[in-house]
């Protein structure tokens, strides 16, 4: 099956600064990531999403990474905000099934 | 736009019950996916329906089935319910395939206690 992990399960960060979770995949042909936001009490939620041709791409004070000569990706956080506290994802998929790792717990501390 | 709407919210159930979730998808959205979600171990795929098929399967005891009925709406059954069963059930939606650059959108899931 499938392996995709997180480097650090609890990350905590001061308000304002920038956050960054990291994720490793197994898969070299995984073509598709995304990463997900799930708070307390509700499903996971899509951030941002990029593709294999691509190395970066940006959104609203997110930024996604993807190497894929070492398989890893990561998830930048501009000005973290207490909303901003919650269990992150990544999920990689190859094809017709996306495969997620145990999440991230992102603390933000006031 | 809707999102993904999951019912009941919450469900409590004893040991050797069964039950039935309901899912149903984004509006244009064609597959469901189902997923369980417990602590530590993450989001374990269930299966997915397209068309009312099932086209992908995880690796789930029989106990697990679903169904995708013609408007897309789609629900899960567990049968035999263990204590294990016990988890937050995840329902997601896509506009095609999942994986080939179709999202997965979820609901906010089922949460089920067997006890």
């Known amino acids: 099956g499938e392996s995709v992990g997180l480097h650090l399960p609890t990350l905590s960060v001061q308000e304002g600064d920038n956050s960054i979770i990291n994720c490793a995949y197994s898969n070299s042909a995984s073509d598709y990531f995304i990463w997900y936001k799930q708070e307390s009490g509700k499903g996971p939620q899509f951030i941002i999403d990029?593709?294999?041709?691509?190395d970066k791409r940006q959104g609203q004070r997110v930024t996604v990474l993807l190497n894929k000569t070492v398989k890893h990706l990561s998830l930048q956080i501009a000005a973290t905000q207490p909303g901003d506290s919650a269990v992150y994802f990544c999920a990689e998929s190859a094809g017709n099934q996306f495969y997620f790792g145990t999440g991230t717990s992102l603390t933000v501390i006031p | 736009k809707a999102g993904v709407t999951q019912t009941p919210r919450y469900l409590i159930k004893t040991r050797g019950q069964q039950v039935t979730l309901s899912c149903s998808p984004i509006s244009g959205h064609r597959s469901v996916s189902w997923y369980q979600q417990t602590p530590g171990q993450g989001l374990q795929f269930l299966f997915e329906y397209f068309s009312e098929t099932q086209r992908n399967k995880g690796n789930f005891p029989g106990r697990f089935s679903g169904r995708q009925f013609s408007n897309s709406r789609s629900e899960m059954n567990v049968s035999t319910l263990e204590l294990g069963d016990s988890a937050l059930y995840l329902c997601?939606?896509?506009?095609?395939?999942?994986?080939?650059?179709?999202?997965?959108?979820f609901g906010n899931g089922t949460r089920l206690t067997v006890t």
């Open positions: 997601a939606s896509s506009l095609d395939v999942p994986g080939q650059n179709s999202p997965l959108h």
């Open positions: 990029i593709r294999s041709n691509m």
